[in-house]
């Protein structure tokens, strides 16, 4: 395929956008080369500036799980529009969506809206630390829970320690705030409680997680930080950005039957707007601004595009449930005829997989945790990713990123990927 005017955009745009970009993973600096740059999105399908036609398994990082430019969103968003586009007052829309949304997920009372997920974990983080009047928070190594300052935190010298920043312009003084445990372990949960007794306010994690490939918590680790939270007086906040209205209606809450404090929502619930939210009971939420001290606001929150487009899509979810279960066959056909032709060619790798989320690591042991994902071959990565993107396929350009299937892909699309990858897989020896 021919990718030669995605890097004619891609010289002009590094001009005028820092690395020509507005969010890193997009200048394919994991796998190398230049990225495609898309001119319109519909189903199952990316067609690019070069007039390429791709399988999209990213699904705009997840939001769009129904595919691109599902019928109902865009009308709900068009017609929206031209009732005016931002407010700054109060709409009936923020309410019926709020209401939708508490009747999905399991657990939760009250929902705030806010524009990213960045936002909802940021904000949910500062309402744990308000509740509890405790400053430290717990996050998982190789968790992603946006680009705020308190989750830009890396794993120190020791083997569960302090935090360091792991950005430029994160401060020594947030980061102490910040522990670090691995995910999947609940010891080193344990070890954190007890050297900052007291001083804990939340634990923040990815019940399921996607930002290290996608990685599955082993049986009781989410029972057992529940049992560590309501011991400690620490609140568990579940970042279900990725996996919320997802991997089932009410999220990994529903899925796998453990409740949170707080959970955090982006990406589906905002039906491919910038949307975020975070949600808990009523007891926890009535302490934000106005009903509150915690104080937490926004120009755009509830905006209603946003809201109009967030609505058609977890109508549609909530009133086609099947969904759920046809995106998990889906993912599942992927899976073992990806691992067919890998198997076939003595490739060694692992693949994990719940629900839409997959990814594939090429290693030898099984990856869950941070570390064992960091084991993966990244020079196979990147010629698996290009031999898939040559033959019209788009992958997550990172091994550290997990896939999202959308429900407008066949069958037929996914033969067709699985067909591509036993065209090169040989090279990947
Ligand atoms: N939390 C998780 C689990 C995510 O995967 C992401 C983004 O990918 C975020 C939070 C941040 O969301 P946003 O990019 O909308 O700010």
């Known amino acids: 395929m021919i990718y030669k005017r995605s890097s004619a955009l891609f010289d002009e745009a590094k001009k005028y956008i820092p690395g020509g970009v507005n969010s890193p993973v997009r200048a394919f600096n994991a796998v190398g080369g230049d990225p495609i740059f898309v001119k319109e999105a519909k189903g199952a399908y990316l067609h690019d500036e070069d007039g390429n036609k791709l399988i999209d398994y990213i699904s705009s990082w997840g939001p769009m799980i129904l595919g691109h430019a599902f019928p109902s969103v865009v009308e ?154 309501d011991d400690n007086n620490i609140l568990l906040v579940f970042d279900e950005v990725m996996t919320g209205f997802r991997l089932a209606p009410g999220g990994v809450q529903e899925l796998l039957g453990v409740k949170a404090d707080i959970v955090t929502f982006g990406k589906v619930v905002g039906g491919g707007l910038p949307v975020g939210a975070f949600a808990g009971k009523a007891e926890v939420m009535n302490h934000l601004a106005p009903d509150g001290p915690v104080y937490q606001a926004g120009t755009l929150s509830g905006n209603p595009l946003a809201m109009a487009a967030g609505y058609a899509m977890l109508t549609e979810l909530n009133s086609n449930r099947d969904v759920f279960e046809s995106l998990s066959k889906k993912t599942e056909y992927l899976h073992e005829g990806m691992k067919k032709v890998l198997d076939d060619a003595g490739i060694v790798h692992q693949i994990n997989r719940i629900g839409s989320m997959i990814s594939i690591h090429f290693c030898e042991n099984p990856v869950t945790d941070f570390k064992s994902a960091a084991h993966g071959n990244n020079d196979k990565f990147k010629a698996y990713f290009h031999g898939m993107l040559d033959r019209g396929v788009y992958m997550p350009p990172s091994a550290f990123e997990s896939y999202f299937l959308n429900d407008a892909l066949s069958y037929e699309d996914i033969d067709h990927t699985v067909k591509a990858l036993s065209e090169f897989v040989h090279e990947l020896k």
């Open 76 to 229: 709900a968003v068009v017609e929206k529009t031209k009732q005016g586009t931002s407010f700054g007052i109060p709409t009936a829309l923020e309410t019926k969506i709020a209401k939708l949304a508490v009747e999905m997920v399991p657990n939760i009372d009250k929902i705030r809206f806010v524009n990213s997920g960045t936002e909802a974990c940021m904000s949910a983080v500062r309402l744990a630390r308000g509740y509890t009047r405790k400053d430290k928070i717990i996050k998982f190594a190789g968790c992603y829970h946006g680009h705020s300052d308190s989750f830009l935190i890396q794993a120190g010298s020791g083997a569960v320690t302090f935090g360091e920043p792991n950005s430029p312009g994160v401060t020594k003084g947030t980061a102490k705030d910040t522990l670090l445990a691995h995910y999947n372990d609940l010891e080193s949960v344990k070890t954190v409680i007890k050297e900052n007794e007291g001083d804990i306010a939340c634990i923040i994690i990815e019940p399921v997680a996607g930002n290290m490939g996608c990685i599955i918590p082993k049986k009781g680790f989410l029972e057992g930080l529940r049992q560590l939270c």
